[in-house]
Nanobody
């Protein structure tokens, strides 16, 4: 049974930093698409960052939404099977419930980073709250 468990959310001041973690268990894939989504209060869930990892690109190919480009960094520790989201220069508009998601991917990274929607991921976490105030 595959599980994704997020942690690291909390309260931060504007300009501050937080690091989210998403610990995964129960799956291994040669090609995998991983992502962080967020859902601000009263708004729809949207993708924040994606990471495509394959045998050819073991370090991963990241992609970021314009709103977080240059402030957030997505990464993955293969040994710990944990996905991270380092969030710097936080703004009030970053306040949201943050979710991680993962699933097997094809041989090309573009579908992963541009097209995968929340419902298309086989494995999805329960969310962790981030409040910037």
């Amino acid at each position: 049974h595959v599980q994704l468990v997020e942690s690291g959310g909390g309260l931060a001041h504007p300009g501050g930093s937080l690091r989210l973690s998403c610990a995964a268990s129960g799956y291994t894939h040669d090609n995998i698409c991983m992502a962080w989504f967020r859902q601000p209060p009263g708004q729809e869930r949207g993708r924040v960052a994606s990471l495509y990892r394959s045998l050819i690109s073991p370090l991963g190919i990241p992609y970021y939404a314009n709103s977080v480009q240059g402030r957030f960094t997505i990464s993955h520790n293969n040994a710990k099977n944990t996905l991270y989201l380092q969030m710097n220069s936080l703004k009030a508009e970053d306040t949201a419930l943050y979710y991680c998601a993962a699933g097997p991917a094809g041989p090309f990274y573009l579908p992963c980073v541009l097209e995968r929607t929340w419902n298309s991921f086989q494995y999805r976490g329960q969310g962790t709250q981030v409040t910037v105030s």
